[in-house]
């Protein structure tokens, strides 16, 4: 049984038929959102951050939003494997006092636990040698611009639920991008608009990173907007992952200036949902929309249909586990580390694709 899936774009497909998924040829590596699912990949960043990519240095864009902003800040730690296996261990460990907790707890239990990730480690992870790490947040516009409650934000949200199936362009009349990014990186491919969406970049600091991370992973009517991120422009924020859930971003434009250049993007599934509130729409998908292309040098690395159903109820940790295991807290953190455990089967599938390519295993995306 495969534990890993293999999608590439034509690009990444060629380069690596040719050559190989050499760590020097990785550009830029993005991270989705997606809370729990993230946890299973544990091992995986632990190897291509800790052991695979230090052998090529070079600068490279993580890039992520919510629970993938957080792993790419791990991977910019001073020692990697170890900030991965404790944003492992802070992450499961959330707990709360009731089964429906309040707003306000649930933002002070993740203010919490990223205080204790960071806490020591912002300059490294904001002046790290290759890694150039750009976080994604949201920004009201409109009625999300100030909600004065969170009746007003209720409103709003659902009025971008309307706006967003009519259309994914004009859900940026309600929300815009921010991108708090490393200044050393000049990331044209990024900055120059490809979108409907208004984007503002600001720098990346010590000063507010800690900020900036929980904006980016702020679920709106879950926890209280994030306000007053140093730099930034001021404003409402919250999750990364309402305009870029799985990040489909113009990939392809790296090629005008790295012909060669690969996105790695160890991924859920082999699908790219835009936004948030695209899920349930399968003709948004970023490989059947007009901007397929933007994919043309991306490789999908994705667990296998067969090995989630090896996994705590044939899936992988999401939401839902805080309702399936309620106050028993105890059995929620030991099916999450038993998921994250089984990671180590991606990681070791990788490490082997890596050391004997295999162009069999490609498929395109």
């Known amino acids: 049984m495969s534990a890993l899936h293999f999608h590439a774009g034509p690009r990444a497909l060629a380069q690596i038929r040719a050559h190989g998924l050499r760590a020097s040829d990785v550009a830029v590596i993005p991270a989705a959102a997606g809370g729990p699912k993230g946890l299973i990949f544990r091992a995986l960043d632990q190897f291509v951050f800790g052991d695979w990519l230090p052998g090529a240095p070079r600068e490279r864009i993580l890039i992520g939003s919510s629970i993938g902003a957080w792993r790419m800040a791990a991977a910019c730690q001073r020692d990697p494997v170890r900030a991965f296996a404790r944003l492992g261990e802070l992450y499961a460990g959330q707990r709360y006092t009731n089964t429906k907790p309040s707003p306000q707890q649930i933002d002070e239990v993740v203010r919490g636990f990223l205080h204790e990730f960071v806490r020591g480690h912002e300059d490294d992870i904001v002046a790290h ?58 990331a044209n491919w990024l900055r120059d608009q490809f979108d409907a969406f208004t984007t503002h970049f600001a720098p990346l600091t010590g000063n507010n990173l800690a900020s900036s991370l929980l904006a980016s992973g702020t679920l709106p009517l879950i926890m ?77 690395v994705s667990p296998s249909p067969a090995f989630l159903k090896t996994l705590p109820n044939g899936k992988l940790p999401d939401r839902s586990d805080f309702n399936r295991y309620g106050l028993d807290h105890d059995a929620r953190v030991r099916a999450w580390t038993t998921a994250m455990r089984e990671g180590q089967r991606l990681r070791d599938e990788f490490a082997d694709f890596v050391a004997n390519p295999d162009p069999s295993r490609l498929r395109a995306i």
């Open 129 to 186: 040698p290759q890694h150039r790490l750009h976080l994604l947040a949201v920004r009201g516009k409109g009625a999300l611009s100030a909600p004065a409650h969170r009746r007003a934000e209720m409103r709003g949200f659902a009025a971008a639920a309307l706006t967003n199936f009519a259309s994914r362009a004009r859900l940026a009349g309600l929300l815009e991008r921010v991108v708090i990014a490393d200044c050393r990186a000049p």
């Open 224 to 300: 209280p907007p994030v306000r007053g991120i140093p730099g930034a422009p001021d404003g409402h924020y919250w999750d990364g992952g309402i305009i870029d859930y799985h990040l489909a971003l113009p990939y392809a434009r790296l090629e005008q200036n790295e012909p060669g250049a690969v996105v790695l993007y160890p991924h859920f599934n082999e699908h790219i949902v835009p936004g948030w509130l695209d899920k349930a729409m399968p003709w948004r998908r970023a490989a059947r929309g007009p901007n397929r292309a933007w994919l043309d040098n991306v490789l999908i």
